[in-house]
């Protein structure tokens, strides 16, 4: 299938590869759209931040959040910024480390059958209209490629690891995601 992904790699995407990954294991079907949230330092975009910290060049002495995260080895599949740039950091047919210690319908260790997509930002402050446009876009482009991702199987971070995680956190607008679905969001 030609489609939006080659090997798992979105075709619309910046690439910038992360070693934050491993295998799936062996049959795994991917099933679930995990929506998180970050921005590094917190609150502040556009950095490059968030990209070194995937690929583990973070400068540590740069800003004094980043001596809390200086252990973390970590990486989402996806991040869309806030003027709505796609990168990518891992194939979508690989283990992403995004969920850490997660719950969903039932299994544990959401890692091994999702694929984790970070929008640039905070949880009380809205997310852009661009953003919304290209988070529409790749999640179309995510159910064609992966089609046990349902409506109901994208999910927010604090839906799969609850009292851990609030991302994507209030600001996030589901309905108006839904409706670029094209889904009844009620």
């Known amino acids: 299938m030609a489609g ?3 090997e798992g790699w979105y075709r619309e995407a910046q690439r910038c590869p992360s070693p934050n990954h491993n295998e799936r294991p062996a049959g795994t079907v991917v099933s679930l759209l995990v929506i998180h949230n970050i921005s590094l330092p917190p609150g502040q975009f556009g950095t490059g931040c ?3 910290f995937f690929q583990n060049c973070l400068d540590h002495s740069a800003h004094p959040f980043f001596q809390e995260i200086v252990d973390l080895r970590v990486a989402a599949h996806f991040l869309i910024e806030r ?3 796609v990168t990518q950091f891992v194939s979508c047919d690989q283990r992403a480390w995004h969920a850490g210690v997660s719950r969903f319908d039932g299994r544990e260790n959401c890692n091994d ?3 984790g997509i970070e929008l640039e930002g905070t949880d009380d402050l ?3 209209d661009a953003q919304y446009l290209a988070l529409g876009r790749l999640t179309r482009a995510l159910q064609r490629a992966y089609p046990a991702i349902t409506a109901e199987r994208i999910q927010g971070h604090s839906d799969i690891a609850p009292g851990r995680k609030t991302d994507p956190g209030p600001a996030f607008d589901w309905a108006r995601l839904h409706r670029g679905l094209g889904v009844d969001g009620s």
Do not use: C, K, M, P
């Open 4 to 6: 939006a992904f080659v």
């Open 50 to 52: 968030v990209q070194a």
């Open 83 to 85: 003027q709505g740039a």
């Open 113 to 115: 059958f999702s694929v």
């Open 126 to 128: 809205a997310y852009t």
